[in-house]
């Protein structure tokens, strides 16, 4: 069995947000494991606090940061404390994101549909809003946004939380093209089903849920989140160097059709 490839971050410092569950929990151990520093950014201050624990226990360095990603000012403020705290910004991750109830667009409350632009789209505009003028001083960064393979194809009953990854995608791809001259590589990583919290939400947490959803995987399982933060990696690492403006699908083939 080949062995992973093995990356070497040291010196690096990783901005991640939604970093207390999931894929985010999953990258800030993988990039700390690999030598970066770690901002674990989320709103959660328990769940951050419990990543920077796992990342300090295996001897990685991290620093928790409270953030609500809709905020402007709490945005900002988690920019500059990483600078602070890290000593600089050379990659960022920014992947908070919420789901919707599988439900017929009349039945998604406008609540529910500011809520998820606020924080699936303008979270990201906020946080590449102030982590783009830093690496532009730095000389470059590596700037990854959390889409979905719901930006990338329709999906039945989540045409709202389509919309704002659609949305993610086409913010990733324009801003590419603003900040490609300052050495700075923006990409859209379009996840499919992954096994966190949120696809247990998704599912219900009953095994008929969970079975219904891996049905439409044509591998036949989820992804782990594990497999997104190596993608996330990759795309920061030399081996990505050509890579921007894109949407990297890694969604065991969902996207590709109907089979």
């Known amino acids: 069995m080949t062995s992973p490839v093995s990356y ?18 999953a990258a800030a151990l993988a990039f700390a494991a690999a030598g970066a520093a770690v901002a674990v950014v989320d709103v959660n201050s328990s769940a951050a606090s419990e990543t920077v624990r796992q990342i300090e226990s295996a001897g ?9 990603v809709t905020q402007d000012a709490q945005v900002a403020s988690a920019v500059q404390e990483t600078i602070s705290a890290l000593g600089g910004l050379d990659f960022a991750f920014n992947n908070a994101g919420i789901e919707q109830g599988v439900v017929p667009l ?9 809520r998820l632009f606020a924080i699936n789209v303008k ?15 730095r000389g470059g960064g590596v700037i990854i946004n959390t889409a979905s393979t719901a930006g990338v194809l329709s999906i039945r009953n989540q045409g709202s939380y389509c919309a704002t990854k659609y949305a993610v995608v086409a913010l990733s791809k324009s801003t590419a093209l603003e900040v490609a001259e300052h050495r700075i590589r923006i990409n859209a990583l379009c996840p499919g089903i992954t096994d966190t919290p949120m696809i247990e939400r998704v599912s219900g947490g009953t095994d008929e849920g969970r079975k219904r959803l891996i049905g439409q995987e044509p591998v036949g399982r ?8 190596r993608a996330a990696m990759w795309l920061c690492s030399n081996d990505g160097a050509f890579i921007t403006g894109a949407a990297l699908n890694i969604d065991g083939g969902q996207s590709a059709g109907i089979g």
Do not use: H
């Open 123 to 137: 979270g990201v505009y906020l946080c590449m809003k102030y982590q783009i003028p830093v690496m532009t001083k």
């Open 8 to 25: 070497d971050f040291a010196g690096k410092t990783v901005f991640i947000t939604g970093a207390g569950s999931g894929i985010g929990r």
């Open 106 to 114: 009349t039945e998604v409350t406008e609540d529910l549909f500011d």
């Open 60 to 68: 990685g360095r991290a620093r928790a940061i409270v953030c609500d």
């Open 222 to 229: 989820f992804a782990k989140p594990d497999e997104m933060a």
